[in-house]
């Protein structure tokens, strides 16, 4: 098994200005700026943080300052290039409320440069001016790289605009639901016929029915369906941070690896929807892409 000290992490130094990600109830899936103070122990990789807008109590007169483990750090984000970030409906974005970025999704667009975006954390819908959203962006292994939902998303486009995969009746493979709660895993299925253009009518091998008396019968777009990805043997275990699927209620999520445990688990955060899950290494498998026709991992990529 790979000691987590061995992959990469992040470094930091007393003085440098980050972005904090709380872990508190009631915080998760926000940003806050802040000062590294220093770092916990020489041994550790947890920093001493003081936030510039939190403060210790409620009279105001103290900054708060907490320890944190180095991957609720990151950089601040580079602002975007001068041409002008132009939002639109059903974008993900940050908005800066209550004195950090929380994630949401835009709803509807106003006149006057506004926006209505739902902030998942509050569950409520805010209008914001334009100067106060960003596109949301991640830090991996010291690069920027746009947020999952991004990248899915102009797969998606990616796959659904160039000419897809012909499949064809009894083939196994794995599709992409739009159903709520289940969007963004893929889910082990059978053709059973072509149901229209570039469509066809797939039978899951997991999911049921309402009723439960037999397995859910859907039509799926082309570009929705993949081949089964062969399988990597794994060999040394995973790191932290390497992109995994973890096999969870009946499909297979994208996640991240945040730490390594005893006895082959590991701590999986599934990055779209930031929620944290043990698994065993039985039930995770490194990530790939069906990209072009060809089984891609990201690091190839």
Known sequence: MSNPSSSWVAQFNPGDRVEISPRDVGFRGSWYAGTVVRREAKKTIRYVVEYDQLYAD?????????????????PPPPLPEKKKVQFKFEDEVEAFYSDGWWEGAIIAEHSGGKFAVFLRGFEEQIVFEEKDLRLPVQWV??????????????????????????????????VLTDEYGLKGAWF?????????????????????????????REDIRACNIRPCPPEIIVVDGFKVLDEVDAYYNEGWWVGVIEKVLINSNYVVNFIEYDEK????????????????????????V
């Open 58 to 74: 409620e009279s105001g007169e103290k900054l708060l300052e907490e320890t944190l483990d180095w991957i609720q750090l990151r």
């Open 141 to 174: 292994k010291g690069k920027w790289e746009p947020r999952f939902e991004q990248v899915q998303r102009e797969k998606e486009n990616s796959n659904c605009s160039k000419e897809v995969m012909k499949f064809t009746q009894g083939m196994q493979v794995q």
């Open 277 to 300: 899950t043990t698994f065993n290494q039985a039930d995770l498998r490194p990530h790939q892409d069906w990209l072009n026709g060809k089984w891609v991992v990201p690091s190839d």
């Open 188 to 216: 082990a299925a059978t053709i059973i016929e072509p149901s229209g253009e570039d469509k066809y009518l797939i039978e899951y091998k997991t999911l049921r029915n309402d009723d439960d008396t037999e397995f859910l």
